[in-house]
């Protein structure tokens, strides 16, 4: 066992109940969030939507999710082609930080 075990496993009773919107749910960092979070969070609320329901370069697409508050927001979304990401670094800085 890892010292970050022992760490996060100490950190898991104050998480539970809390809800959660992971951005990017179609992509697999979103999905491995949402499956630790399920597997050690038993009460936690998770929306996890993709980029149809939530399309995180329009603050418009927002507005669904107003009314949800989660208490803590997993930003999985982004570009992951990685060629495109290195010609078109404004863009995909833009895309996936700001």
Known sequence: MFAEDITFKQHIPNLEGKSFLITGGSGKLAFAFSSAIKHYLRSASIEIPNKVDLNIEHLNSFK?????????ILHCGAHVNADFCETNFFEARQNIVE
């Not at 669904?64 to 803590?72: G, H, M």
């Open 64 to 72: 669904k999710y107003s009314n949800y508050r989660p208490d803590f």
